[in-house]
Each structure stands twice: as C-alpha cells, then as structure tokens.
C-alpha cells in the first residue's frame, strides 16, 4: 500500500465512497417497498409536492407502479446492493492506496465505456456525452497512474542493492 496516493486518486476515492452511500441508501429504500403499495406512497409523494394526480404522466406513472412485481423490487436492491459495494470497495482502497484498488477501477471503468457509446448511438444526448468524457478522463487518468507505478516497480526489481 502507498499512503502518498495523488490527490486525483484521493478525489477519486472520495466520490466513489459518497456514491457508494447513496447506492446503499437508495438500495435499502427499494428493499423496504416490497409488498408496500407502490401507488399509494407515489400518489402521497405527489400530493406532497402539490402536483395534480389528473396529470396525464402522473396518472400513467402511478398505473405502472401497480404493476411492479415484488420480485423485480429484490433484483433492483440486490444489483444497487452490489453496485454500491464495488463503489465503497473501490473508494476504501483508493483512499487507503491500494494497487489492486487502482486496477479495480480501471478495469470497471472500462467496461462501461463500450456501453456508453453505444448509449450515445442508439440515443444521442449532451448528457451521455458528458458522462463519456467524464469516465474516459477517470480511466486515462488512472490507467497513466497504474503504468507509471508499474514501470517504476519493474524499474526498482531490475537494479540490483549494491
């Protein structure tokens, strides 16, 4: 472990640790609605906010809340579950330094940037642009921090201690 990680990788592992947070939260939050009447909360959420339950796409909405099956509500807090525990995984060993954290990161960063582009195919917009960019950045940024680091680990074996 390097406790002298720069302070991008620091960055980093902070915002993968909030989002890994949130996902928890938000995972939880699914969980606790199975076998809840979905229609009811969202229409009381809708009262809240002073929209009216007449609205063409909140009476929609609340039609297809009726019909999630609880069984679709357990596979989306499981994979929000799991998805929250890449994230705080990966901001722990960022912020602790941790090589494997860094090839985590790459690697899990570059599976979804094939996914974005094609995203942005199928459906252009100036968000998904973003978020490739955004995620390209990430990825150069530490794949150059993971070479370096390993060209200097290589460079360090190949002298000998004199």
């Known amino acids: 472990m390097d406790?002298?990680?720069?302070?991008?990788?620091?960055?980093?592992?902070?915002?993968?640790?909030?989002?890994?947070v949130v996902l928890a939260?938000?995972?939880?939050?699914?969980l606790d609605?199975?076998?809840k009447d979905?229609?009811?909360i969202a229409l009381h959420f809708v009262e809240a906010v002073r929209i009216s339950p007449e609205n063409r796409y909140v009476a929609l909405a609340l039609e297809k809340l009726g019909l999630v099956e609880p069984s679709?509500?357990?596979r989306l807090g499981a994979l929000s579950a799991l998805y929250a525990t890449v994230q705080l995984t990966e901001g722990i060993g960022l912020w602790l330094g941790a090589a494997w954290a860094?090839?985590?990161v790459v690697i899990s960063t570059g599976l979804f940037i094939p996914e974005e582009?094609?995203?942005?195919?199928?459906?252009?917009?100036?968000?998904?642009?973003?978020?490739?960019?955004?995620?390209a950045v990430i990825l150069t940024y530490v794949a150059k921090i993971?070479?370096?680091?390993?060209?200097?680990?290589?460079?360090a074996l190949a002298v000998p201690e004199g």
């Not at 406790?3 to 980093?12: A, E, Q, T, Y």
């Not at 939260?25 to 699914?30: A, F, M, Q, R, W």
């Not at 582009?117 to 995620?135: A, D, E, M, P, T």
């Not at 993971?146 to 460079?155: A, F, G, I, L, T």
């Open 146 to 155: 993971v070479w370096d680091r390993y060209e200097h680990r290589k460079k």
């Open 102 to 104: 860094e090839y985590m």
């Open 3 to 20: 406790i002298d990680s720069p302070i991008g990788l620091k960055l980093l592992a902070g915002a993968k640790l909030v989002k890994g």
């Open 25 to 30: 939260c938000v995972s939880l939050g699914i």
């Open 72 to 74: 679709t509500l357990k």
């Open 38 to 40: 979905l229609p009811g």
């Open 117 to 135: 582009c094609l995203g942005i195919i199928h459906r252009f917009s100036w968000l998904r642009i973003s978020i490739l960019l955004v995620n």
């Open 33 to 35: 609605l199975i076998h």
